[in-house]
């Protein structure tokens, strides 16, 4: 495999998929600023600072999907294939083979995902549309209740799965806001409601959990009277109950 102490990827790229495992990190997917789109999987070695790239994804195109870790898996779903349209493929990586394995398809089918998380060993993975838990022993999904807002940024806080609600775009391409916060209970399969988000409402929050604390912020709001936006760079801490 090949191997290289700098960020092997020399062109700009978006619609791709990170996630962490066995104490490295992994990058890959997606398209470049020319809309060449890749299957390319690389992991990056904290200790030896260095890439190696990894066995390509099975499809030879694959863009804004999402990654969960699972038991030392890593499940990639919801994404878009050349053509732009979602894509019902579910398929699972092991890390320690750098073996890619085709599952059970998304069961709601090849509908747009934003969001997918794990919790108490399943992944949950869906929409306000549908939204479903994957059992990866029995290889099969189970629907759950949906969440009655727009999920956007996950953060995880003692096993806890705290989800925001923002911002939308509507047919007519107006903004559509709300600042609502929720938690996902696992065992009675209900979406409780928290203390609504206190800063301007956005999209592309980003979320992280540091000291039993969570914070959330940046993003964009789009303008008023016009489909430009402005960027947000504020931050905000929340203490969980």
Excluded at 8 to 15: A, W
Excluded at 41 to 65: C, H, Q, R, V
Excluded at 226 to 241: A, G, H, I, R, V
Aim: hydrophobic letters at 35%; proline letters at 3%.
């Amino acid at each position: 495999m090949e191997t290289n102490c700098e960020f092997p990827l020399q062109s700009f790229r978006q619609g791709a998929i990170s996630f962490a495992v066995n104490h490295k990190i992994y990058y890959g997917l997606g398209y470049s600023e020319d809309y060449n789109y890749k299957n390319d999987l690389w992991e990056y070695d904290i200790e030896d600072k260095a890439w190696t790239k990894k066995a390509d994804f099975p499809l030879s195109a694959y863009s804004n999907g999402y990654s969960v870790v699972l038991n030392g898996k890593v499940y990639v779903c919801g994404g878009r294939g050349v053509n732009g349209y979602s894509i019902s493929a579910f398929y699972e990586y092991d890390p320690l083979l750098d073996k890619w394995a085709k599952k059970t398809n998304y069961a709601a089918g090849a509908i747009d995902i934003y969001i997918a998380f794990t919790l108490a060993g399943k992944a949950y993975i869906g929409s306000s549309a549908q939204f479903y838990e994957y059992n990866a022993a029995t290889n099969s999904w189970t629907q759950k209740a949906s969440p009655s807002f727009n999920p956007q940024t996950i953060m995880y806080s003692d096993n806890r799965a705290m989800i925001y609600g923002g911002g939308y775009i509507d047919v007519n391409g107006k903004a559509v806001y709300a600042n609502c916060f929720y938690r996902y209970d696992v065992n009675t399969d209900t979406w409780i409601k928290l203390a609504d988000f206190p800063g301007p409402a956005r999209f592309g929050a980003y979320g992280f959990v540091l000291a039993d604390k969570i914070y959330l912020g940046a993003g964009k709001r789009q303008k008023e009277s016009s489909l430009e936006f402005d960027m947000l760079t504020d931050l905000w801490e929340y203490t969980p109950e």
